[in-house]
C-alpha cells in the first residue's frame, strides 16, 4: 500500500474529509448543503460532485489516529492548475502519515470487495470458481493500484460488488419460491445506497443488480419450458415489481440522507450535478486528454484490451511524466512482488477468449453449469449494463473501465473452469 504511486485525486479525496470534522467536531452540519454558483475547486462544488463514504471513512480514521483538520492539504486537495513540483512547493501533497491512513481505509473496503467477489464466484460454480475469482480480482494489477489508494473506487467496489452479490441472493431465493425476504430486500436498499454515495458511477452496479432481478421475474412469468420451480403469477410479478420500486425509492431517499449536499432542494441540486459532471467531461475532452472523445470503434477495444492486456496507467495528466519522484516511485512499485499479476499481451487474450467462454458457458443452455436461470439473468443484465456505460464514455481513462473488471474476471474463471472440470450430465442438486 505505501509503495502505490501517488495520485493527485488522492489529496482532493483527502481534502474533503474536512467535512467529517465540520459535522462531527464542530457541529456544524448546517453549513454542509449547498446552492449555486459553484466556482471552481470551491468546497460546494467538491461536496456536490463527490460521494460521502470515502470522506467521512478518512476523517474517522484520521481522529483514530490523532489527526486533526490542520493536518489536511490546502483546498482544494490538488491543485491541477499547477505542475507537481509547484503543488509541492506549496504544500498540496498530504504527509505520509496522512496518506497511510486514508489509504488504509481504502483497503479496507478494497478487502470487503475481494470478499464480495467470492461470494459472486460461489454461485457461478462453487468453491473452485470462488477462489480463483476472487484470486484474479485481487492479484489484477489495475484494481490492486487503485484498491491501495485513497480514492473512492475501492468503495465503490466494495459496495457495487455486495450490490450485485445481494441482487443475486434475492433472484435465486425468489426463483425457488422463496417469500418475504425482507432482510435480503434492506440489504439491496442499503447496499445499492452506499454504491451511489461511494461514486455516482456505481449506477452500473445499481442498475444492473435492479434491472436484473425485475428481468429474472419476467421470466418466471413467462417461462420457455418446463421448470422444476413453480411459474410466477401475473399477481406475483406485480408485487415484485412493488417490492423493486419501493427498494429504488427507499434506496433514493438513503442516497439524498448521506449526501448533505443535495438535502437543499435534492431536484435542482441533482440538476446541478448533472450539468457539473458534464462541464467536467468537457473539460477532460477539450483540455486534460488529447485523446478524447473515443470514437466507437475505440471504445469497443477499450472494452476488450483494458480488462487484462493494457498496462497499468499511474496518472492521466501527461505532464506527472516529467515529475522525477513520481517515476521513481512508479519505478519502485513496479519492481515490487506486490504489484500483481504482470500484465503480458498473450495472458490477455487468452483471459478475454476464456471470459468469451465464459460468456457462452451462461448464456447457452446445453452449455450452462448452474441449476438457476435467474442467476445468469442477473448476470447478463450487469454485463450488458456495464458495456452500455462504457460505450457511451468518451473518456479512455483506465478508472473508468474499472467496473468492468469484476465481471470481466468472473467470466473469465467460469470459463477456465468450463474447460478444466467436464460439465456434470445430471443437474446438481439445489
Known amino acids: 500500500m505505501k509503495l502505490a504511486p501517488f495520485h493527485g485525486d488522492e489529496a482532493m479525496h483527502i481534502y474533503t474529509s474536512r467535512d467529517y470534522t465540520t459535522v462531527f467536531i464542530e457541529n456544524n452540519l448546517q453549513s454542509l448543503p449547498v446552492n449555486p454558483p459553484y466556482d471552481i475547486d470551491s468546497d460546494p462544488r467538491l461536496r456536490l460532485l463527490n460521494g460521502s463514504v470515502m470522506r467521512y471513512s478518512v476523517g474517522f480514521a484520521m481522529q483514530l489516529a490523532g489527526l486533526t483538520a490542520g493536518d489536511l492539504p490546502p483546498r482544494p486537495g490538488w491543485d491541477w492548475g499547477l505542475h507537481y513540483a509547484d503543488n509541492i512547493a506549496t504544500g498540496h501533497r498530504p504527509t505520509e502519515t496522512l496518506l497511510t491512513v486514508a489509504r488504509s481505509v481504502a483497503v479496507f473496503y478494497f478487502a470487503i470487495s475481494i470478499i464480495a467477489m467470492f461470494g459472486i464466484g460461489w454461485q457461478f460454480g462453487?468453491?473452485?470458481?470462488?477462489?480463483?475469482?476472487?484470486?484474479f480480482y485481487t492479484?489484477?494489477?489495475i484494481i490492486l493500484l487503485n484498491g491501495r489508494r485513497a480514492l473512492v473506487e475501492s468503495a465503490l467496489l466494495c459496495f457495487?460488488?455486495?450490490?450485485i452479490y445481494v441482487a443475486l441472493q434475492i433472484a435465486r431465493k425468489r426463483e425457488q419460491g422463496g417469500k418475504g425476504l425482507w432482510g435480503w430486500w434492506a440489504a439491496l436498499i442499503i447496499c445499492a445506497a452506499l454504491t451511489l454515495v461511494s461514486k455516482y458511477s456505481g449506477t452500473i452496479f445499481v442498475a444492473g443488480a435492479?434491472?436484473?432481478?425485475?428481468?429474472?421475474?419476467?421470466?418466471r412469468t413467462f417461462p420457455r419450458k418446463q421448470s422444476q420451480f413453480p411459474p410466477l403469477t401475473l399477481n406475483g410479478l406485480i408485487a415484485s415489481t412493488l417490492k423493486l420500486t419501493a427498494s429504488g425509492l427507499l434506496m433514493l431517499a438513503l442516497v439524498v440522507a448521506l449526501s448533505p449536499a443535495l438535502w437543499n432542494d435534492p431536484v435542482s441540486r441533482v440538476q446541478d450535478l448533472t450539468q457539473m459532471l458534464q462541464e467536467q467531461v468537457e473539460i477532460v475532452v477539450?483540455?486534460?486528454?488529447?485523446?478524447?472523445?473515443?470514437?466507437?470503434?475505440?471504445?469497443v477495444e477499450g472494452i476488450l484490451t483494458q480488462p487484462f492486456m493494457t498496462p497499468v496507467a499511474y496518472f492521466e495528466q501527461a505532464s506527472w511524466a516529467e515529475a522525477e519522484p513520481i517515476a521513481q516511485e512508479i519505478t519502485?512499485?513496479?519492481t515490487s512482488p506486490l504489484g500483481g499479476l504482470p500484465v503480458d499481451t498473450s495472458t490477455g487474450a487468452v483471459l478475454t477468449v476464456l471470459a468469451g467462454i465464459g460468456l457462452l458457458t451462461v448464456v447457452v443452455p446445453q452449455l450452462r453449469l448452474y441449476p438457476s436461470n435467474a442467476l445468469v439473468v442477473v448476470l447478463i443484465m450487469w454485463l450488458l449494463v456495464t458495456f452500455a456505460n462504457l460505450l457511451i464514455n468518451p473518456l479512455p481513462w483506465q478508472r473508468y473501465y474499472l467496473p468492468e473488471?469484476?465481471?470481466?474476471?468472473?467470466?473469465?474463471?467460469?470459463?477456465?473452469?468450463?474447460?478444466?472440470l467436464r460439465p456434470r450430465r445430471k443437474r446438481p442438486a439445489q
Open 126 to 135: 462453487g468453491r473452485w470458481v470462488a477462489y480463483l475469482a476472487s484470486a
Open 139 to 141: 492479484l489484477n494489477p
Open 160 to 163: 457495487g460488488l455486495l450490490t
Open 210 to 219: 435492479f434491472g436484473g432481478i425485475f428481468i429474472a421475474e419476467i421470466f
Open 286 to 299: 477539450s483540455i486534460l486528454s488529447p485523446e478524447a472523445p473515443t470514437t466507437l470503434p475505440q471504445r
Open 332 to 334: 519502485a512499485y513496479n
Open 405 to 420: 473488471i469484476p465481471i470481466m474476471t468472473l467470466l473469465a474463471t467460469v470459463g477456465t473452469v468450463r474447460l478444466i
